[in-house]
């Protein structure tokens, strides 16, 4: 559930018209509802009430501030993945102890910048950096806390981009390597081993991997206790995903992951973490678009949007769909028809949707691209000179730009002229 809804026959984010926003900060601009990033981080403290927690949102989905700052007032964590989320979190006014930081090329630098304003765990991915670690923090006279992640080779059967979890990944160490590398690790200087970490993939849409990576990491830690460590922590990643297309079946819920969760880990005593970022941020947004021109084919009829692929790219990178509505609703009798909806870019990939039905729109109206809080804003470009656009963000029946559109003089003064021109 989200708060997207018509009221009077125009669409609102809470009680906010979408089309005052637009009139506002003029248009494409990302919007984001309060209530309902605070609803999908509550689902998910309901889903694992009682167990010892942590949730730490993915700032990678939707890193800002204002966002990262509305969730860390709830009580949660951040999972970064660089020095520069990590300062965002930080600025947000997130304490280190809630901030843990993933990643498989984490540098020495940001690890030195984590340690110094406090971490609550490393997780490292790799021998190479493990022994980094222990150098930059015994070098600093500190113990650095970790968990190190497990690739469990469990197929998440999504997106190829997006899966991790299988061997053939760049990611974490195989998991029939991990007692061995455990063991180098609790020898290291500097390293204080805390627990483990697995994450298989993104948009998951079925529970059975999750289990199945679990019990495979229940079973490991038994392993690993057994060997003489002190597992306390399991960080169990992000991944579980959301519903895209309103006419589809659900994906599970919150609540099912959390009874995954206690069923597969839920005797063994640790303090569990989970990095969801999708499910909290996806479907509390919405990509807001004009239609520039109604273009006539010979076979198809486009809706040429103010918006493009560099703005949310998730359509032309991974074949994405994103329900695309009216903000004025349509007439119950009114019979939709075929669009392709593209953007201005100068690339037949910049294409939103093919033959998606829409009610007959004209060149002015507004459109609402659904489930764009995630992965959206924070993987826009300027592609084409085009500035990277608005974040608004709704609170009831308030709003406010949490990102201002940069001008075009301030994106030409970022370059600098070489000295010689
Ligand atoms: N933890 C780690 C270590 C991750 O790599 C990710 C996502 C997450 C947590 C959060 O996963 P989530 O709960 O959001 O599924 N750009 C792609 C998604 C990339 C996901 C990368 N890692 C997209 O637009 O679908």
């Known amino acids: 559930m989200d708060h997207f809804l018509y009221r009077d026959g125009a669409l609102h984010a809470e009680d906010v018209a979408i089309a005052e926003i637009a009139a506002s900060v003029g248009t494409p601009f990302y919007v984001y509802s309060t209530a309902t990033l605070e609803r999908h981080y509550r689902l998910f403290e309901e889903a694992l009430s009682p167990l010892p927690h942590l949730i730490c949102f ?124 455990y063991a180098e690790a609790a020898k290291l200087n500097g390293i204080d081993v805390v627990g483990i970490d697995v994450h298989i993939g993104s948009q998951l849409v079925d529970l059975v991997p999750f289990e199945e990576a679990y019990l495979k990491v229940a079973d490991l830690t038994r392993q690993l206790r057994a060997d003489g460590h002190d597992i306390r922590r399991l960080d169990l990643g992000g991944g579980l995903g959301i519903p895209y297309e309103r006419s589809n079946a659900a994906p599970p819920l919150p609540l099912d992951y959390g009874a995954v969760i206690k069923r597969t880990v839920g005797d063994l005593g640790c303090e569990v973490e989970i990095e969801p970022g999708r499910l909290i941020s996806g479907n509390a947004g919405l990509m807001v678009s004009r239609v520039i021109y109604v273009k006539s084919g010979e076979e198809r009829d486009f809706l040429i949007l103010d918006a493009a692929m560099n703005d949310l790219i998730r359509p032309s990178m991974y074949g994405a769909h994103h329900d695309i509505v009216p903000v004025i609703e349509p ?39 659904r489930s764009a809080g995630a992965y959206g804003a924070v993987m826009a470009s300027e592609y084409n000179m085009r500035p990277l656009i608005p974040e608004v963000m709704v609170n009831q029946d308030q709003f406010a730009v949490i990102r201002a559109r940069p001008t075009y003089d301030e994106m030409i003064n970022r370059d600098s002229m070489a000295p010689w021109l």
């Open 58 to 181: 993915a700032m990678k989905s939707c890193g800002n501030l204002s966002v990262v700052k509305t969730l860390g007032a709830l009580g949660a964590g951040v999972d970064v993945v660089s020095i520069g989320e990590y300062l965002k979190a930080k600025a947000a006014g997130v304490p280190g102890e809630r901030i843990v930081f993933s990643g498989v090329g984490k540098t020495r630098e940001e690890m030195r910048v984590a340690l110094d304003g406090g971490i609550r765990q490393f997780n490292v991915e790799s021998e190479p950096e493990l022994f980094a670690l222990s150098e930059v923090a015994s070098s600093m006279g500190l113990s650095a806390p970790i968990t190190i992640r497990v690739n469990p080779d469990v197929d998440a059967k999504t997106h190829e981009k997006i899966a991790t979890g299988k061997k053939e990944n760049k990611f974490g160490i195989p998991i029939s390597r991990a007692r061995a590398v």
């Open 331 to 369: 007439a119950p009798a009114t019979l939709p028809q075929p669009y392709d909806i593209v953007g201005p870019v100068c690339e037949t990939g910049d294409t939103f949707a093919k033959q998606r039905a829409l009610p007959p729109m004209q060149a002015g109206d507004l459109v609402a691209f």
